[in-house]
T-cell receptor
């Protein structure tokens, strides 16, 4: 069963912040975040493992609350280059990475 | 030097035809995957192979047949193409076994259009 992402889409101006949420009805051991720019392949951003660890990647960070079965991706001081579709993924048996439906992020100047 | 490469990048074909997409990775990974991305951008796993062995076989019509001649290659053959097969097909690879962190490396995608 795929994780649920919210919001479906968000439009920002450069410099604004955004939060993308990902939740699952199943117990989570890890959450994976990818970004896909238009016409390109998805690119790995980060993996969060059990333990509530918060990770960072430039001005993009994420948290993972395994008790609530949720993860959030935080984009601060957004740049035009952040535009794209963000996917969270959860790892299932057999190393099967199941993606959410994606969140479209558009940053305007 | 492209890590995961797919050919062809574009295919346009008629309903009922058969087509193949090839994928090669030079990362030394043990596991390879095929994902389908439809017009709504939903990324759905189809198959995965670990060291030439089929591991994941999702509910996919048997018109789709993957083949892995060695752990660096994973091909996808599609018989009797239908309009609903139109999508972008992504190949991906990851480390297998205990070193696997789940990070996927995607190819550039193959856009299939069935007319």
């Amino acid at each position: 069963q795929q994780p649920v992402q919210s919001p479906q889409a968000v439009i920002l101006r450069e410099g604004e912040d955004a939060v993308i949420n990902c939740s699952s009805s199943k117990a989570l051991y890890s959450v994976h975040w990818y970004r896909q720019k238009h016409g390109e392949a998805p690119v790995f951003l980060m993996i969060l493992l059990k333990g509530g660890e918060q990770k960072g990647h430039d001005k993009i960070s994420a948290s993972f609350n395994e008790k609530k079965q949720q993860s959030s991706l935080y984009l601060t001081a957004s740049q035009l280059s952040y535009s794209g579709t963000y996917f969270c993924g959860t790892l299932e048996y057999g190393n099967k990475l199941v993606f959410g439906a994606g969140t479209i992020l558009r940053v305007k100047s | 030097d492209t890590a995961v490469s797919q050919t062809p990048k574009y295919l346009v074909t008629q309903m009922g035809n058969d087509k193949s997409i090839k994928c090669e990775q030079n990362l030394g990974h043990d596991t390879m995957y095929w994902y389908k991305q439809d017009s709504k951008k939903f990324l759905k796993i189809m198959f995965s192979y670990n060291n030439k062995e089929l591991i994941i076989n999702e509910t996919v019509p048997n018109r789709f047949s993957p083949k892995s001649p060695d752990k660096a290659h994973l091909n996808l053959h599609i018989n009797s193409l239908e309009l609903g097969d139109s999508a972008v097909y992504f190949c991906a690879s990851s480390r297998g076994g205990a070193k696997n962190t789940g990070e996927l490396f995607f190819g550039e995608g193959s856009r299939l259009t069935v007319l």
